[in-house]
């Protein structure tokens, strides 16, 4: 079965919208998200501007600035839905998996 387009977001995809809650420029992401995670979620450059493109061109995100040669980004009303809605998604999955041990646990 085919996915729908941002039916489900990948975990960079997740981090890089969460991280333009707040305006920021390509690196900026990058050290955001590393730094959120504790090392364990790193974007590379080339993945991290392919997808800024493409959500820019989606509509989840919008160019805010330009300084100094960096482009400043900043989460778009749609994008902040898409992101709303994975963590949502996210969520039921935990509460899902927390609802089995307790069942496990109980035997």
Do not use: C, H
Not at 17 to 39: F, I, N, P, Q, W
Not at 47 to 58: Q, T, V, W
Request: net charge positive; hydrophobic share 35%.
């Amino acid at each position: 079965m085919a996915r729908k387009k941002l039916d489900t977001l990948t975990e960079p995809m997740y981090y890089i919208l969460l991280a333009l809650r707040s305006e920021r420029y390509g690196y900026g992401v990058m050290k955001y998200v590393s730094a959120l995670t504790d090392g364990a979620v790193n974007i590379g450059a080339g993945s991290l501007y392919a997808l800024l493109e493409r959500f820019e061109k989606d509509g989840l995100i919008g160019l805010s600035r330009v300084e100094d040669g960096r482009k400043y980004y900043r989460l778009a009303p749609k994008g902040a839905r898409v992101l709303e809605r994975e963590y949502r998604r996210i969520r039921r999955q935990a509460s899902d998996m927390e609802r089995v041990l307790r069942e496990e646990a109980e035997g």
